[in-house]
């Protein structure tokens, strides 16, 4: 197959790099792509988001299937135009992709259709989100609606905090909800419409402090799988989210299709969802793709062309994968372009390693930084205790005087497995 790849971070490095591992593709492009990517595909600069631009290089190129990474493409209707175009994709209509684009829309879905989630309220003015504040106790969880890049939510553990938070997204879509006591876990579903296949679990770590303190980021580091969720609090996802989610949205006439990433509490009363999104997370999927087995490439074409129940369910390997994000300093605020990086071919030589590109440039001195979060540095081994070494031996061996990282990635996991 000749496969498009829309996207331009870390994630799009992680799947272009396991897509052209794949039998099935014999020949990978990339719109814009970046320095990593270009590693592994050609890369093409135009607008992913703009519909008409990539159907017409899909057609011109001969494409067999359209990846889509990030949520933007999506939610402004890249993939309806393609499959307007009759041209195979792998990722959601702007309808479905709501589950992303609206956390207002997602909580009513949930509401309508019994989906355990946290209660909540939506509000469209400042006003009424402080009134709204008194049905709740405290802490309280303030959402932006809208896409946020995995940001724009507020844990505010005082009502000063939780005032301040509206005050900063102003008159517009907010989502006030209940705050859920548990431990976080994400599960990554495929969905062709009517089938939904349970891929990968994983755990990341949002704040931009060890100890997971400081502002929420989008994300510092991940790891993959997350023995927390069990294979019976898994089932329990599929069974009591992810499939009436699906079911949810096909009676709707807006059947979903591609990635259906569900972050969850695990509460007392059973897993909770947090969230949807409607791609691969990003630093999660730079740890699942070295565990996914077989075909990928073929696997998303499955899903792209409906024929999800026809073909064997996903295979991993049973290893586990630790990533750790080398980020530039002032992130998340204000992050620092065009330091220096270098020694990524050192840090490569370690056994298990991958870096991938997440926000990288080639300036006239070589490789720069670009944006908050620069690379995603991702090991492979047999224990977590085993992955943790080889991640962070990797991340010492690169030269980026301009960037910061978390030394603490996987503490949770590493306390359970008694490291």
Known sequence: MDILLLGSGGREDALAWRLRQSP?????LAVPGNPGIARWAQCVIIDPCDPRAVVDLARDENIDLVVVGPEAPLVAGVADALRGAGIAVFGPSAAAAQLEGSKGFTKD???AHGIPTASYVRVERMSDARA???RFGLPVVIKADGLAAGKGVTVAMTRAEAEAAIDA??????????FLEGEEASLFALVDGATAVALASAQDHKRVGEG????NTGGMGAYAPAPVLTPKLEQRTMDEIVRPTARALADAGTPFSGILYAGLMLTAEGP????YNVRFGDPECEAIMPLVEGDFAGLLHAVAT??????DPPRLSGKHAMTVIVAARGYPGSPEAGGLIGEIEAAEQIEGVTVFHAGTALGEQGLVAKGGRVLAVTAVADSFAKARARV??????????DGFHRRDIGWRELEREGA
């Open 169 to 178: 997204e102003g008159d517009g879509p907010l989502v006030i909800e209940e």
């Open 132 to 134: 709204a504040l008194g």
């Open 24 to 28: 099935s593709c014999t020949r990978l």
């Open 392 to 401: 962070y031996r990797a991340v010492d061996q690169i030269d980026f005087a």
């Open 109 to 111: 879905l949930c509401r």
């Open 306 to 311: 409906g024929r999800l129940a026809e073909i």
């Open 212 to 215: 997971d303190t400081g502002p």
């Open 272 to 275: 909770k969802l947090i969230e």
